[in-house]
């Protein structure tokens, strides 16, 4: 039920950026790039199996067994521990395509109407 909360959140919030954008930008276009840029981000942090990737690393490719299923239902509850191989991935992914996305979406309208002219 936690997950449904922070996914309805994450949709207003995604929501909230999008007029934003719509209103500074009156570009359809990076409306679109950034709906779909922030629907992609929500789902790759809300929708993986946590439990199973909370495992030690060695274990990914097995699967789960009976002692993991108990490990796992004894640790119900908000994380506290983020791995750090998770972290250095989820920054240089998630940095870089909000960098591209920024660059995108400050475009200069009036240096778009020069190019156009020319």
Do not use: H
Request: with cysteine; aromatic share 16%.
């Amino acid at each position: 039920m936690a997950n449904d909360a922070a996914l309805r959140t994450s949709l207003v919030w995604l929501a909230v950026v999008l007029v934003v954008v719509g209103i500074w930008t009156l570009s359809f276009k990076k409306v679109l790039v950034t709906y779909v840029l922030g629907v992609l981000g929500i789902a790759g942090v809300l929708l993986p199996d946590w439990d199973y990737f909370d495992r030690d690393y060695s274990r990914w490719f097995s699967f789960v067994s009976e002692q993991d299923r108990l490990a796992l239902a004894q640790r119900s509850g908000f994380r506290l521990w983020i791995s750090p191989l998770r972290l250095v991935v989820y920054t240089a992914v998630y940095g870089y395509a909000l960098y591209r996305w920024w660059l995108f979406i400050s475009e200069c309208r009036a240096l778009d109407k020069l190019t156009q002219g020319v």
